[in-house]
């Protein structure tokens, strides 16, 4: 069983005692389908969108929908942007990014845990969200550090009951640091093709979302990172960040 389903399970954030199968090392990209109907618009060159190629891989597992013990939400959709599969990335600090469908008013709690570790790396809480729409956590802003080649599950819980924790509404995903330059690329839009190309899901993601920081107005940007969305199914992400294009 990975380390933060049995973490959350035995400590204060209960989970559903979901155990995530071993995935096999990404060696290639597999190929993948063009972005479906939707993912463009007239506004931007289907060219210019990303295609992500997942890495070869084991029985698929990763994401998580945000889910209770009891199997009822009492929040808007919560959910992590990481794509249904150990994701990778090849940053020791990588951003990590999660969705709000509408405003979440309870507390917001972020957990990352490796492994083969009993206790998580970091478990902090977030800031708010007061709009609906795709956050940002930094990672370079702690001192938590990936390592090669070793899986780390995260998640975000909406703390619905301080008092019950087992209420906690959770979203979480697999990330996986692999070798290979990371980068500091100028032309966004570029990396984020290569990146997607790759199969190095996280760093695509983060390249799509600075891009969207830099250029808020442009409906380019916005449609790349619904690409992107499209592409591992967070269907409502995607379409949130679409209307953003118009």
């Known amino acids: 069983m990975h380390s933060l389903t049995r973490w959350l399970a035995i400590g204060t954030v209960a989970v559903l005692g979901i155990c995530l199968p071993p995935i096999s090392r990404a060696q ?30 084991g029985a698929p597992a990763g994401r998580l929908g945000a889910a209770t013990r009891g199997g009822t939400a009492a929040v808007s959709t919560l959910d992590v942007m990481a794509p249904d599969h150990v994701g990778l990335t090849r940053q020791e600090q990588p951003t990590l990014y999660w969705f709000a469908a509408s405003p979440i008013a309870v507390r917001l709690q972020l957990t990352l845990v490796s492994e083969d570790a009993e206790k998580p790396l970091i478990e902090v809480d977030l800031r708010p969200a007061l709009g609906a ?26 703390i619905v009951d301080p008092a019950a924790r087992s209420k906690d509404e959770i979203a979480s995903g697999v990330i996986e640091r692999v070798a290979g330059q990371a980068g500091s690329p100028t032309d966004l839009a570029a990396a984020t093709r290569a990146y997607a190309s790759d ?17 808020p107005r442009d409906p380019r940007a916005h449609l790349r990172r619904a690409a992107l969305l ?6 409502t992400a995607a379409a949130f960040e679409r209307g953003l294009a118009k």
């Open 133 to 158: 729409g795709i956050h940002a956590f930094r990672l370079a802003d702690t001192k938590a550090k990936l390592q090669i080649d070793r899986e780390y599950e995260w998640s975000v819980a909406a």
């Open 28 to 57: 290639t990209a597999a190929p993948s389908a063009p972005p479906k109907a939707g993912a463009g618009s007239s506004t931007g060159d289907q060219a210019d969108l990303p295609i992500y190629r997942p890495p070869l891989r």
């Open 199 to 215: 199969g190095i899901w996280y760093d695509a993601f983060d390249a799509a979302s600075r891009d969207v920081d830099r250029n």
């Open 230 to 235: 499209d592409q591992v199914g967070l269907k």
